[in-house]
């Protein structure tokens, strides 16, 4: 059912009408780069996966019966960046699309059977909301976009412009009009009252355009002023001191469109800013899917020492691939004091957020006992632990993969005399895990026993030395109750089993975050990524000169001052963007980034700050942990294999849903505030409240086959 979607020229009337458009408002190309895209298959529209919207007048006026609304939205696809970010939204946050892809010489043809039929003696609209490059892709006079405006009106769906320039036809004078058109490169964008009254209700704003390099145009854009029938939900000042619309409603002829006239990829800030709320607009608030926006930090290796950086060598002395590391932490380790300790329980509480401090009680305990029988780190951490989560880490940090044979650099395999690899057992994998338990229960310490973080995500595949897990390592999570395990995230981005059969492990990947582990200090800080990041003329490694998928920074930073002015917003820009992007995965640093110079924390403030400033307080932060992490990537997976194989019916009549979806998976559902589901016996409030709707994960209830929610009166 669905059409390919490699990419071709636009040919015939659409591109006629798109190069027309250009010229009427400006010559000047939009500027935004193209990201990678993932598609839903057809199979959705097969299983009758349709979209919901309220009636309009004129289908609630006939004397027919309420039309069925299957919730599923039509994406018509030209191949930019525009479709492709609003498409990556509806697949991140679990809503089944259906793509029409008009690259594709044999796509199907938009007419009223492609876009309506019957059920059961019932009108039924396929789709619940419509996504269009621009409002007339198929060419102003055509018979799809004929059939398009019929189906719009008579049903009452609404339909997403994802890129368009400011004209009459969308609702907006010509720039030339007191408007404005141009780079939007560091511009701010106001959300307007009635953005925050509807489906921007997140927001409490600005929404500031990003400007990342300032040798680059990263997004162009036309804000015009509005017509009558047009409500803007962001806009800027014009010149003459009034407003100029970059988003807003335009309802004309029985119809609603969202008009976006600046250009966008899925990455960046803006776009991940709005993206909720252009979904919410489409769907009329009652969707498939849920979105939340997430930050948990785990701090690895906490009561162990972390090797410091040599400036002078270039490498971490202790580690394996530096020349003569032995894996021990070296004579001049980083590790937090008992102030560290104090100031990060002080900064949680200040903050409003918490850490989860991943240990190693025996690391803490040699520390001890080289120490005089103290340790006034770990005092102060028991004493506050209940300030904090923790992470079962192992006991004493060791590599849990394959005997590692440190004779050469990097590191390989160790083989016994038939060849095969040798590997860590299971027993000492089992002594890991349950040694650090006991060493937590004896302190008073709560920790959750299905979670375990090993040493450097040992035990899985590292390649290119191990590419297989363990085959120990499977085993031993089973003999200590574990069924979260934690991996690295720019190695193994999917979630997957640990071993196979029923109750089986899965893994938690964790974003890195580019905050070393290896340092104490900012100076010590810019200086290793000078050595990363800088080409070979500069005195660098060469590493980004070498890697076609990194670039080189175009001179060091200065050691005293880099860490603030450039690595701290980059960082916290790059944390952002997953947090604003419906991505549970947590992010990890280690302790050592809590001591001396404690550099974690100009980037959390950062962080947490930007968001509190652009969020409305009905839109938290999650602070989900490594079971609840776990949990949900779980869930979602189960979700996308129940709607790839078209096992999902989901469908609005009037204010009843209907969601019918495989036993045992759990479906991801939002709605407006006032939403109940039906029991067996009367109703109860539906979901939980965040960005102004309500959602959940549900399942139906009691001797039910199906979810039922009854929306409120509109």
């Given at each position: 059912m669905d059409s390919g979607r490699s990419r071709t020229p636009r040919t015939g009337a659409a591109a006629r009408s798109h190069r027309a458009a250009r010229a009427a408002g400006t010559a000047r190309a939009p500027r935004t780069a193209r990201a990678p895209r993932t598609a839903r298959l057809a199979a959705l529209a097969a299983a009758g996966l349709l979209a919901t919207v309220v009636p309009s007048a004129q289908s609630a006026a006939a004397a027919t019966p309420v039309p069925r609304i299957d919730l599923t939205v039509l994406v018509v696809d030209d191949g930019g960046s525009a479709v492709d970010a609003i498409t990556a939204e509806l697949e991140g946050s679990g809503v089944p699309y259906r793509t029409?892809?008009?690259?594709?010489?044999?796509?199907?043809?938009?007419?009223?059977?492609?876009?309506?039929?019957?059920?059961?003696?019932?009108?039924?609209?396929?789709?619940?909301?419509?996504?269009?490059?621009?409002?007339?892709?198929?060419?102003?006079?055509?018979?799809?976009q004929a059939a398009l405006v019929a189906y719009e009106r008579g049903f009452g769906i609404p339909q997403v412009d994802a890129y368009t320039w400011a004209h009459p036809g969308v609702g907006l004078d010509y720039t030339s009009d007191g408007g404005w058109s141009g780079v939007l490169d560091g511009a701010t964008g106001h959300v307007t009252a009635a953005g925050q009254a509807g489906p921007f209700r997140d927001l409490r704003g600005p929404v500031v355009f990003e400007d990342?390099?300032?040798?680059?145009?990263?997004?162009?854009?036309?804000?015009?002023?509005?017509?009558?029938?047009?409500?803007?939900?962001?806009?800027?000042?014009?010149?003459?001191?009034?407003?100029?619309?970059?988003?807003?409603e335009y309802a004309h002829d029985g119809r609603r469109e969202l008009v976006v006239t600046f250009a966008y990829n899925r990455h960046q800030r803006q776009f991940r800013a709005l993206a909720r709320g252009i979904v919410e607009w489409l769907t009329q608030g009652v969707h498939l899917g849920q979105s939340r926006n997430y930050l948990s930090v785990h701090v690895d290796d906490v009561l162990a020492p972390d090797a410091r950086w040599d400036p002078a060598r270039n490498c971490t002395p202790g580690d394996l691939d530096c020349p003569g590391g032995d894996g021990e932490a070296g004579d001049n380790p980083v590790r937090m004091t008992a102030a560290d300790a104090t100031y990060a329980a002080a900064w949680q509480q200040s903050a409003g957020f918490r850490l989860d401090l991943v240990y190693n009680g025996g690391q803490g305990e040699q520390w001890r006992t080289e120490h005089g029988g103290t340790d006034p780190l770990a005092t102060r951490l028991i004493a506050d632990r209940a300030q904090y989560r923790w992470i079962n880490h192992t006991y004493t940090h060791p590599f849990l993969g394959c005997v590692q044979d440190a004779t050469?650099?990097?590191?390989?395999?160790?083989?016994?005399?038939?060849?095969?690899?040798?590997?860590?057992?299971?027993?000492?994998?089992?002594?890991?895990?349950?040694?650090?338990?006991?060493?937590?229960?004896?302190?008073?310490?709560?920790?959750?026993?299905?979670?375990?973080?090993?040493?450097?995500?040992?035990?899985?595949?590292?390649?290119?030395?191990?590419?297989?897990?363990?085959?120990?390592?499977?085993?031993?999570?089973?003999?200590?109750?574990?069924?979260?395990?934690?991996?690295?995230?720019?190695?193994?981005?999917?979630?997957?089993?640990?071993?196979?059969?029923?109750?089986?492990?899965?893994?938690?990947?964790?974003?890195?975050?580019?905050?070393?582990?290896?340092?104490?200090?900012?100076?010590?800080?810019?200086?290793?990524?000078?050595?990363?990041?800088?080409?070979?003329?500069?005195?660098?490694?060469?590493?980004?000169?070498?890697?076609?998928?990194?670039?080189?920074?175009?001179?060091p930073l200065d050691t005293?001052?880099?860490?603030?002015?450039?690595?701290?917003?980059?960082?916290?820009?790059?944390?952002?963007?997953?947090?604003?992007?419906?991505?549970?995965?947590?992010?990890?640093?280690?302790?050592?980034?809590?001591?001396?110079?404690?550099?974690?924390?100009?980037?959390?403030?950062?962080?947490?700050?930007?968001?509190?400033?652009?969020y409305a307080a009905n839109t938290p932060l999650v602070n989900p942990s490594q079971k609840d992490t776990g949990t949900e990537l779980d869930r979602r997976a189960a979700w996308d294999r129940a709607l790839d194989a078209g096992q999902v019916t989901a469908y609005r009549i009037g204010a009843t849903v209907t969601v019918k979806a495989p036993s045992g998976v759990a479906v991801p559902l939002t709605a407006p505030e006032g939403t109940r589901k039906q029991l067996l016996l009367g109703t109860a409030v539906f979901g939980t409240a965040y960005a102004g709707t309500r959602s959940a994960w549900s399942t139906p209830e009691l001797l039910q086959s199906a979810i039922t929610l009854k929306l409120p009166a509109s």
């Open positions: 029409l892809d008009l690259a594709d010489p044999n796509r199907p043809v938009l007419t009223a059977g492609f876009l309506s039929d019957s059920v059961d003696g019932r009108p039924r609209a396929k789709y619940q909301g419509v996504v269009l490059p621009y409002e007339s892709v198929f060419g102003p006079d055509s018979a799809e990342n390099d300032p040798g680059v145009s990263e997004s162009y854009g036309y804000a015009g002023r509005p017509r009558a029938g047009f409500t803007s939900y962001l806009d800027m000042p014009a010149a003459d001191g009034g407003r100029i619309s970059l988003i807003g050469t650099v990097p590191w390989s395999c160790a083989k016994d005399t038939t060849g095969a690899t040798k590997w860590v057992t299971r027993s000492e994998i089992s002594a890991q895990i349950r040694d650090n338990l006991d060493w937590a229960t004896g302190k008073g310490i709560a920790v959750d026993r299905t979670e375990l973080v090993t040493g450097e995500h040992s035990g899985l595949k590292t390649l290119p030395q191990q590419p297989a897990d363990n085959p120990n390592l499977a085993g031993a999570l089973a003999d200590n109750g574990v069924k979260w395990t934690a991996s690295d995230n720019s190695r193994e981005p999917a979630q997957r089993m640990v071993g196979t059969g029923y109750g089986a492990a899965k893994t938690v990947p964790r974003h890195p975050m580019n905050v070393y582990y290896n340092v104490g200090t900012a100076a010590e800080m810019a200086d290793e990524y000078n050595w990363i990041y800088t080409s070979r003329a500069d005195g660098g490694s060469g590493l980004c000169e070498d890697n076609p998928s990194s670039t080189c920074l175009p001179a005293a001052t880099g860490y603030a002015s450039h690595i701290v917003p980059q960082e916290a820009r790059t944390a952002l963007t997953h947090v604003m992007g419906n991505d549970p995965r947590p992010h990890y640093v280690h302790q050592s980034n809590l001591a001396e110079d404690r550099l974690l924390y100009p980037v959390l403030d950062r962080v947490l700050a930007d968001y509190r400033a652009l």
